[in-house]
């Protein structure tokens, strides 16, 4: 079992930056799929940015050029840079960890708020 715990969301202006992090509690080097997706008011869910062990990020075109993601193995996270924020960009934006062998298990954090607004 794995519990993943977000931080660093809040209110920002449109322009501005924020870099979410996403805590696990053990080890993630057995996670080879971890991803970053968003939810706003009254829509479905969406894959933001997605990290593959040995391959390169894949990202929504709506947020490529602005948004990157990362994995620190040693400290158990993955981060989202988020660039160039958008009043569209608001969403509660989730972290997704996946382990295929052994597996496969799945794993999501609770959220973190993401409000762009001036």
């Known amino acids: 079992q794995v519990q993943l715990v977000e931080s660093g969301g809040g209110l920002v202006q449109p322009g501005g930056s924020l870099r979410l992090s996403c805590a696990a509690s053990?080890?993630?080097?057995?996670?080879?799929?971890m991803s970053w997706y968003r939810q706003a008011p009254g829509k479905e869910r969406e894959l933001v940015a997605t990290?593959?062990?040995?391959?390169?990020?894949v990202y929504a075109d709506s947020v490529k050029g602005r948004f990157t993601i990362s994995r620190d193995n040693a400290k158990n996270t993955v981060y989202l840079q988020i660039n160039s924020l958008k009043p569209e960009d608001t969403a509660v934006y989730y972290c997704y960890a996946r382990q295929s062998s052994p597996g496969p298990y799945v794993y999501w954090g609770q959220g973190t708020q993401v409000t762009v607004s001036s």
């Open positions: 053990r080890s993630i080097v057995s996670m080879n799929i």
């Open positions: 990290i593959v062990s040995g391959r390169s990020a």
